[in-house]
């Protein structure tokens, strides 16, 4: 009997995508492509540059599944990685320089409600509880840089915080909620 | 490592969890991958973030229909690529020229479609009849795309002896494609017709016509059951045979 790539574990369809199978590759992307994409869709505020996003994600993934190591995550960590560098790259680019310093000037007026774009309902409660263990000044600066797409020098001038306040906040409140999810049982799948 | 080290391995420490972010500025992201490929206790920690990050973007939705599409046909093209290892083309029977993209995007809707394993062989020779029997490759991928979406239904089609004829993917508005696995040709002047049974009562989900290959159809509302007769052409109002083939919706 061939595999059933349904019941694959995610390592071994990355094997089988390595072995140019489209059909693992398609599976792959029925496993993942939603959060690549809602991510992207996320960050990018645009349904059609999501897509766009999607797309070369796993148009690069089908060129390049030996750069997957299991050893080092998940393959929806992997994934969501480079879909969200991917998504940050298109938003920094020098074309959309304007509608970025726009956004700039609006999110400066409404601040980042990081609670509010965590939507699964599956994990939300958790996620919920776990941010609840980080201080504002965290949360604040994790959802502007992650889901805002903003670099922490901007997080800082649209803060009004010193630079370095907000990489440590950055850190300490991932490093927070790091423990706080373990604790939860939550994981990526 | 002296204090002066160790400070520094502070603030670069910092700078990994913004990395994690894809929030440092330009001009200090190589600063930082130099530091990775040296440290493993930063790239642990890098790896750590980044799930930590995955879990906020945590998101359960399906796939978007669409891309997949153009994902294929985007690793279709690629003369690049080695021949894939899974040989499409064994057994003496050569398929129609198709290109690569085509059996490609059948490979994926009759696996995907069935949901279990087969003898790669099977495939292969399923695959040259999907592709030797269907002209529409647009078809194809829209069967390919309704058998991705998470919300579809599949089902197979047995025959009263247990046999599968054909596998099927349903949406949940009741639009779906069936795909022949191992129905025969009939003779001229017959046509293979599909049926939702709703209550005991057939109500026809659309022709499948002679040499089946790939169909849409459309499921009644509270259909139980997906069944296909044979009848003659044209099609029937009510089934005048019994099914040669049936599945549970």
């Not at chain 2, 502070?10 to 200090?28: C, G, K, N, T």
């Not at chain 2, 669409?66 to 398929?95: N, R």
């Not at chain 2, 709703?198 to 109500?203: F, K, L």
């Amino acid at each position: 009997m061939g595999p059933d790539l349904q019941t694959l574990s995610d390592p071994a369809l990355v094997v089988a995508i390595g072995r140019w199978r489209p059909e693992a590759l398609a599976e792959a992307y029925r496993r993942h492509g939603g959060a690549v994409f809602a991510l992207a869709q996320r960050v990018l505020g645009d349904r059609a540059r999501a897509e766009d996003v999607t797309q070369t994600v796993f148009t690069s993934f089908w060129e390049s599944a030996d750069r997957f190591d299991p050893e080092r995550g998940s393959l929806r960590v992997f994934l969501l990685t480079m879909g969200h560098r991917r998504a940050i790259d298109m938003i920094r680019s020098d074309g959309r320089r304007r509608a970025r310093e726009e956004r700039l000037a609006s999110q400066a007026e409404a601040p980042y409600d990081l609670e509010r774009e965590v939507w699964d309902i599956t994990v939300a409660d958790q996620i919920r509880q776990a941010l609840g263990s980080l201080s504002e000044g965290e949360r604040q600066a994790i959802g502007m840089a992650y889901f805002g797409g903003h670099t922490y020098r901007e997080v800082a001038e649209l803060l009004g915080q010193p630079e370095g306040t907000v990489k440590t906040r950055i850190r300490s409140g991932l490093q927070r909620l790091r423990i706080a999810l373990a604790e939860t049982g939550v994981e990526v799948s | 490592m002296t204090e002066h080290e160790s400070d520094i391995h502070e603030s670069i420490r910092d700078l990994v969890a913004v990395y994690a972010l894809d929030a440092l500025e330009e001009s200090e992201v190589a600063q930082v991958e130099d530091h990775l490929r040296d440290c493993p206790r930063c790239r642990d920690e890098l790896a750590g973030y980044r799930e930590t990050a995955a879990l906020l973007a945590y998101a359960g939705t399906p796939a978007p229909r669409g891309v997949w599409e153009k994902i294929s046909e985007e690793i279709g093209d690629g003369e690049a690529h080695p021949a894939p290892k899974l040989s499409l083309m064994i057994g003496s029977q050569k398929p129609a020229a198709r290109t690569w993209a085509l059996r490609a995007a059948a490979a994926a809707a009759v696996l995907v479609l069935t949901g279990t394993g087969f003898e790669i062989s099977h495939q292969d020779i399923r695959i040259n009849q999907l592709t030797a029997a269907l002209a529409d490759q647009s078809l194809i991928r829209q069967a390919t795309a309704v058998a991705l979406d998470p919300a579809a239904r599949r089902l197979a089609l047995t025959s009263p002896s247990g046999q599968t004829q054909a596998t099927a993917a349903v949406l949940p508005d009741g639009i779906g494609y069936v795909v022949s696995e191992a129905m025969a040709a009939l003779p001229a002047g017959r046509t293979y017709q599909l049926w939702s049974i709703v209550s005991g009562r057939a109500i026809s989900a659309g022709l499948m016509g002679p040499h089946p290959g790939v169909t849409e159809f459309r499921l009644a509302d509270q259909a139980g059951i997906l069944a296909v007769t044979v009848e003659p052409a044209g099609g029937s109002a009510r089934p005048t045979s019994e099914p040669v083939a049936s599945g549970s919706v």
